[in-house]
């Protein structure tokens, strides 16, 4: 704890507070002026509406208590191979903190140059 993390790069820009939720690990990192403040179990944790960002820096789509409550009881009941994709479509945004940078790689790789 005390590390201070980077929160903008060529393929992303998340807040400068905000807390990372593991949630197959069941574990939050709360990130606090860039600095990692506190590292707890997820049933430990009370929503404090700051932005919710799972592990893989995706957005999580909560902005209200009611909702973060709604996603912790999904997930309790879904979170199994068959019904992941489903959960993670519904809760999950790509695009919130993250964006795709085309590069040489991409390029030959969707091309075959």
């Known amino acids: 704890m005390g590390n201070e993390i ?4 060529d393929t992303y820009s998340y807040p400068d507070s905000f807390n990372i939720i593991g949630i ?3 574990v939050v990192v709360k990130i606090r002026g860039r600095i990692i403040e506190d590292i707890l179990a997820l049933q430990d944790y009370t929503y404090d509406n700051l932005p919710l960002i799972n ?6 789509r909560v902005s209200t208590k009611e909702e973060f409550e709604q996603l912790m009881e999904e997930r309790n009941r879904k979170l199994n191979i068959t019904t992941d994709v489903e ?9 919130q903190y993250k964006h795709i940078k085309f590069n040489e790689d ?6 075959n140059i």
């Not at 980077?6 to 790069?9: A, E, K, N, R, S």
């Not at 991409?106 to 091309?111: G, L, P, S």
């Open 6 to 9: 980077g929160t903008v790069g």
């Open 87 to 95: 959960f993670s479509n519904q809760w999950f945004s790509l695009d």
């Open 106 to 111: 991409v390029y030959t790789i969707e091309y």
């Open 24 to 26: 197959r690990d069941g």
């Open 55 to 60: 592990a893989r820096g995706f957005g999580i």
